[in-house]
């Protein structure tokens, strides 16, 4: 059971000792440790069928003797329940449409964006009422995995553990930008909006789709990458009915990647964010980014419940952990970045991926684009300040396969890291103090300071790092942090 902690931390595989704490039962429900909502088999429990408030505290559950952490779930289960969206129910999961939603795709070409809006506010009716997963940012995955870290961290004599930081660097975050291009307009405005990512110093990602919707010529393929963008396939035709059967999607399959092999493209998003995680096999690319971190606002619900990236097979995903633009202007009518602002600290929070699409088709009036420049200034912003990597999907795609392959080296010495990459990686030390996880590391830098970052739940993580213009990012986020001139809340 401990392969998933292992891999998520990139810890020695001693660092975790578990074992099941008996029989699991036949059928899956939901429950609870510390602040994440897990969903999988459970021993000895009758667990609710339905996420809310009032479910079982598997902490009561858990119990620690001689260094062996005895669980009442089957870890692997119930972190494959997540991000896979197993808890779903398979009517609604997978991509499957309702009859509805198939009508509204056949007619979708020939209804006025008004309209189209409309309806889709008719669909999403009631949304805000959904506990699962949790709005607008759900991190489960990343409580489950830090509180039982906290748990081993606690056994006798584990000390400090060390681990491989997510990033490189050291950096405490990640950010990406991705642009699908849904239409012949949206085609149109790419270079005007490579401009705009341009002036504030960020690469994007853009999202072809190959086939109806415009002509897609070489020249323009290389006007993206000549200026240092990157080209990722958008579905096959954009129609919604990617995932409709096995045998149409196999047939869509492999017309979208002999696309990926003619387009050099590594990486492949779903039109509409639709998925069927266990299909992927199919899939010749080298990452996805068609999973939603929670998905209450878009036509198919769920969401992976984590701000990392994760392996699903061989295909790397890289979640969609914020709100697209066109659900923020036109569902919620939300004409600022104060949603995004809120999504970015929880994300930094968990030290997590911020992955972000604004499509170049809804940003070409004047209000809109004001938004996106807004939102770029303030990604610039936290750069400087916190030094958070903000990157291309595909650069990220590089960095998770070589930390997913490098490893620990424990010797007389002390602890160093093993592996392509390394020289970019960062040994991190995971332990307890007064009931708090804490994180240290220590970047190759001379200028040194000790920050503290509470979570929803009070534990705090320490991280030692730059000082450099700290202040003002971290004091939002009730971050205390400590220099020799100053000191902050």
Not at 30 to 41: E, K, S, V
Not at 363 to 376: D, H, P, T
């Amino acid at each position: 059971m401990t392969d998933c902690l292992t891999q998520y931390y990139r810890c020695p595989s001693h660092s975790f000792r578990l074992a099941l704490k008996g029989p699991l039962s036949a059928t899956s429900g939901y429950f609870r440790l510390g602040d994440a909502t897990l969903y999988g088999n459970y021993c000895g429990r009758e667990l609710s069928s339905v996420p809310g408030a009032d479910l079982v505290d598997a902490s009561r559950d858990t119990r620690i003797e001689e260094g062996v952490m005895y669980l009442p779930f089957d870890l692997e289960q119930v972190v494959d329940n997540l991000r896979c969206e197993r808890y779903v129910d398979t009517r609604e999961n997978g991509g499957g449409m309702t009859a509805l939603a198939k009508t509204y795709y056949l007619a979708r070409p020939l209804l006025p964006f008004a309209l189209r809006s409309y309806l889709k506010k008719l669909h999403l009716n009631g949304w805000e009422k959904m506990s699962f997963p949790q709005w607008p940012v759900d991190c489960s995955v990343e409580n489950l995995a830090a509180q039982l870290l906290q748990f081993a961290a606690r056994s006798e004599g584990a000390g400090k553990i060390p681990f491989i930081w997510f990033w490189p660097e050291g950096a405490p975050g990640c950010a990406i930008m991705t642009h699908d291009v849904e239409t012949q307009s949206g085609y149109d405005f790419c270079s005007t909006m490579m401009d705009v990512d341009d002036s504030f110093g960020i690469k994007a990602s853009f999202q072809i789709v190959p086939e109806e919707r415009y002509g897609v010529s070489a020249a323009f393929l290389n006007s993206l990458r000549d200026r240092g963008f990157e080209v990722a396939i958008h579905d096959l035709n954009h129609d919604g009915h990617l995932y409709k059967d096995r045998e149409q999607f196999l047939r869509r399959a492999a017309k979208i990647n002999a696309y990926g092999k003619q387009y050099g493209a590594e990486g492949f998003r779903a039109a509409v964010l639709y998925r069927k995680q266990q299909w992927y096999d199919a899939l010749q690319f080298s990452y996805d980014m068609s999973v939603p971190n929670v998905a209450h606002l878009d036509p198919q619900h769920g969401g992976c419940c984590t701000v990392m990236p994760y392996f699903i097979g061989n295909i790397l995903e890289l979640p969609v952990t914020t709100t697209q633009d066109y659900m923020l202007f036109h569902i919620l009518n939300d004409y600022s970045i104060s949603l995004w602002r809120r999504q970015i600290d929880l994300i930094m929070e968990k030290h997590g991926l911020m992955s972000f699409l604004v499509h170049p088709d809804y940003v070409m009036k004047a209000r809109e684009m004001s938004i996106f420049q807004e939102l770029l200034a303030h990604l610039a912003s936290l750069r400087k300040k916190t030094g958070v990597w903000i990157t291309t999907p595909g650069e990220v795609n590089r960095w998770w396969r070589q930390r997913a392959e490098m490893r620990l080296v424990e010797d007389g010495e002390g602890v160093r890291i093993e592996g392509a990459g390394k020289e970019r990686a960062r040994v991190a030390y995971a332990s307890e103090q007064n009931g708090r996880l804490i994180f240290t590391f220590q970047p190759p830098a001379d200028r040194a300071s000790l920050h503290q970052v509470h979570n929803s739940s009070g534990e705090g993580l320490h991280l030692t790092r730059a000082a450099d213009d700290l202040g003002e990012f971290f004091g939002e986020r009730q971050i205390e942090y400590h220099t020799n001139e100053r000191r902050g809340l």
